[in-house]
T-cell receptor
Framework: SQKIEQNSEALNIQEGKTATLTCNYTNYSPAYLQWYRQDPGRGPVFLLLIRENEKEKRKERLKVTFDTTLKQSLFHITASQPADSATYLCALASNSGTYKYIFGTGTRLKVLA | DGGITQSPKYLFRKEGQNVTLSCEQNLNHDAMYWYRQDPGQGLRLIYYSQIVNDFQKGDIAEGYSVSREKKESFPLTVTSAQKNPTAFYLC?????????????FGQGTRLTVV
């Protein structure tokens, strides 16, 4: 069955450092990979989308890579700030015409001041 | 303001009762989704709909039912057949006319069985 793995342990980093979160998947060939931010008690908010034919995507301090050979995506936040503390979810979707998003378990990031 | 609205924010249900969670969107999105989130876990898909009057089961549809009579609305009923309904429920919507795009989420409904 399709499986998405994100590091379930919380990631603590110092302010100003780069945070790197990992999303691995198996038994799936997604055409799209997305990253969302979720704050406690709230719905996820979309951050970035990357397609299978794209290696890297950037938006301000965020960078996403997508390696379909390794079946892995890396999500980087540069110059991290305490306000970046949240849970980050990766989501996969195919291009089969069924617009169904499959989510990982999320990684909780805490940026220490 | 365009967006997706879930209500109520908190819901308490007695065992054996059915309850309906509301989800309304004014984004003119064709697709709508219901997810369940348990503590420390990701989002699990319950049902999704890509067009009015049509919907498909997700990975954990047992004990739930939905309807899609209007484009704007996708209510979820948690039936008494759902063995462990206490969870955080999230509704989302997206467009379908230009490939996969971002999903917009509501603020969620926290359901507690008492």
């Amino acid at each position: 069955s399709q499986k998405i793995e994100q590091n379930s342990e919380a990631l603590n980093i110092q302010e100003g450092k780069t945070a790197t979160l990992t999303c691995n998947y198996t038994n799936y060939s997604p055409a799209y990979l997305q990253w969302y931010r979720q704050d406690p008690g709230r719905g996820p908010v979309f951050l970035l989308l990357i397609r299978e034919n794209e290696k890297e995507k950037r938006k301000e301090r965020l960078k996403v890579t997508f390696d379909t050979t390794l079946k892995q995506s890396l999500f980087h936040i540069t110059a991290s700030q305490p306000a970046d503390s949240a849970t980050y979810l990766c989501a996969l979707a195919s291009n089969s015409g069924t617009y169904k998003y499959i989510f990982g378990t999320g990684t909780r990031l805490k940026v220490l001041a | 303001d365009g967006g997706i609205t879930q209500s109520p924010k908190y819901l308490f249900r007695k065992e054996g009762q059915n309850v309906t969670l509301s989800c309304e969107q004014n984004l003119n999105h064709d697709a709508m989704y219901w997810y369940r989130q348990d503590p420390g876990q990701g989002l699990r898909l319950i049902y999704y709909s890509q067009i009015v009057n049509d919907f498909q089961k997700g990975d954990i549809a047992e004990g739930y039912s939905v309807s899609r009579e209007k484009k704007e609305s996708f209510p979820l009923t948690v039936t008494s057949a759902q063995k462990n309904p206490t969870a955080f429920y999230l509704c989302a919507s997206s467009t379908v006319d230009s490939g996969v795009t971002e999903a917009f989420f509501g603020q969620g409904t926290r359901l507690t069985v008492v």
